[in-house]
């Protein structure tokens, strides 16, 4: 019988080469020479391997709880292989796949002449690349959101008019700068070109509406959303079940908002605390490098409190950057991109300073709590010093885990006393709204056929967001759907069994012990996270 270390690893063979740069990103070598296949022929291929490995993990044997990781990772891998999303997806920067390739090679730093000259063979597949994965959009019948393929093309006008191509970044120190230059010139560029010629002319025109974003929209969509939704939750909750969650939850916030906002603004309904928020010109930015310089001396903070609450923390700090320029706008507000695995990147939390004056400062701090510590740096950073566990499990793709600890880190904050007066406060209660409002927005688009006008009306409504923060998140959940739910199912599971183990334990519930197990074994589904916590209790109880 293949043993659950053996599944592993043939798992995350199946991974990378699904996703090549993703193991260059991680720092797992072997991949770096290599751009993905794009071709439904390719991904049909992925999708029968990933359901082979989980078939084998669940037949039973050795280490169960890597047999579980193994086979909602294949069947995560699987599920997006056969998603096909590649065939309507442009402008999101952390879904779409020729964005996501142009923020992610830059960062690639390569740590000898043979990580130089893997770089180059990647730079001359673009081509071939480019090519297929127009043909794979050209012949699909699954049409595109038409606003998302105009940003698109205007992401690669910026990229093409860019007088230093940040592609070459990785190779600026080096000898083959030259080569590197020449290549992009003669080559990539002109694929670069030919394909947004292509997104202009044969995809935008038959693009469609506002009125129709959602993947109900598209014939089968529907059932690649009742997918997908698991994959990214680990929970049996139907679409449904979450847009109900999330009403509820937007309601329960208002008695926060007016409980924190009346030792602000004094006594106001909820509605008028996040009106407040956005209309006082105090709570904005008074330039990028005030939300840079802030970032930071909040990481710093945190970084100061937290072994009074975590027994183990991350050897290197959090490194804080601002998004790139080019990327900046059709980036997130904040991203955190993991150290990798040989060293030769830290982890960072990035800061999106775009049109940073109408961006809001009260949400800041949560926000680096969430991305930075104790949130993604720590779990992210904690999970890859694990060197005894499987390469899988150390940075698994369980998204209801991952976001669902940075959510939690949030409120978490709030405990370690690490917010620094009520309207940080309230801007950790604005991420819960998002988080909330999150789950009834994707479920609404996607399973019960928003258009984005209702989307964004109702962020507007329930979040505390300026309309350059909503429009670029409801064009997030249409590119990337069902991933938004793993935020808030994933917080509430996580504070569940924490509640769950106070009660069992009473005097004898370690917080640092609680969050060391929580984090210390790398990302786990939600329903394996429930038995490792179960066990932890009736470890340490009577």
């Known amino acids: 019988m293949t043993t659950a270390r053996e599944l592993s690893d043939e798992l995350l063979t199946v991974a990378f080469d699904a996703d090549p740069v993703e193991a260059t990103l991680r ?121 998302l393929v105009d940003a698109a093309v205007a992401r690669l006008d910026r990229h093409l008019a860019d007088p230093v191509d940040p592609l070459a970044d990785p190779l600026r120190a080096t000898d083959l700068h030259d080569e590197c230059a020449a290549l992009l010139t003669a080559e990539v560029r002109p694929a670069f070109e030919r394909y947004r010629d292509f997104l202009r002319t044969e995809i935008a025109p038959r693009g469609r509406s506002q009125d129709e974003p959602g993947l109900c929209a598209l014939e089968g969509g529907a059932e690649t959303y009742a997918m997908l939704v698991p994959l990214y939750t680990t929970t049996a909750h139907t679409p449904e079940e979450l847009h109900r969650i999330g009403l509820d939850l937007v309601e329960a916030l208002d008695r926060e908002y007016e409980e924190i906002g009346a030792r602000v603004f004094g006594p106001l309904p909820a509605r008028e605390v996040r009106a407040r928020l956005l209309a006082d010109p105090a709570m904005r930015w008074k330039s990028a490098e005030e939300m840079t310089a802030l970032a930071k001396a909040t990481i710093e903070r945190a970084e100061r409190v937290a072994p009074d609450w975590f027994g183990t923390v991350p050897a290197e700090s959090c490194r804080v950057r601002a998004v790139p320029e080019a990327d900046a706008p059709n980036a997130p507000l904040a991203y955190y991109m993991d150290p990798a695995l040989d060293g030769s990147r830290p982890g960072t939390y990035y800061v999106n300073t775009f049109q940073a004056t109408e961006r809001d400062r009260f949400s800041a701090e949560a926000t680096a709590f969430h991305e930075g510590v104790p949130g993604h740096h720590f779990q992210i950073s904690l999970a890859q010093g694990r060197t005894d566990l499987p ?77 350059v923060d909503i429009h670029s998140e409801v064009d997030r959940y249409i590119e990337n759907p069902a991933q938004a739910l793993s935020y808030m199912v994933g917080r509430l599971e996580i504070q569940r069994l924490r509640g769950d183990a106070e009660r069992r334990l009473g005097d004898r519930f370690d917080i640092r012990a609680f969050h060391d197990l929580v984090i210390g074994g790398g990302p786990l589904p939600m329903a394996v996270l429930a038995d490792v916590v179960d066990r932890w209790v009736d470890h340490v109880g009577p």
Not at 392 to 420: C, H, I, Q, T
Not at 427 to 435: A, C, I, V, Y
């Open 27 to 147: 720092g797992v070598p072997g991949w770096d020479d290599r751009l993905p296949d794009p071709s439904a022929d390719a991904a049909a291929g992925i999708a029968r391997r990933a359901e082979d490995v989980a078939r084998r993990a669940r037949a039973g044997g050795d280490d169960p709880v890597t047999r579980a990781v193994v086979a909602q990772q294949a069947d995560a891998v699987a599920g997006r292989a056969r998603a096909g999303l590649v065939e309507h997806t442009h402008a999101e920067g952390l879904n779409a796949p020729v964005a996501l390739l142009l923020t992610a090679l830059p960062l690639v730093r390569p740590v000898d002449a043979q990580g130089a000259r893997d770089y180059l063979t990647r730079l001359s597949a673009f081509p071939a690349y480019l090519d297929a994965l127009a043909r794979r959009q050209r012949d699909s019948p699954k049409r595109p959101v038409a606003h």
């Open 391 to 467: 390469t899988l499990r150390r940075f698994a793709s369980v998204e209801s885990y991952l976001e669902g600890w940075a959510l939690y880190a949030e409120r978490l904050a709030d405990e370690m006393g690490l917010y620094s007066d009520d309207v940080a406060r309230l801007g950790m209660l604005s991420g819960d709204s998002l988080r909330a409002a999150r789950l009834v927005v994707d479920t609404g688009l996607h399973a019960l056929g928003w258009t984005r006008r209702r989307a964004v009306d109702f962020l507007r409504d329930n979040a505390v967001m300026p309309d």
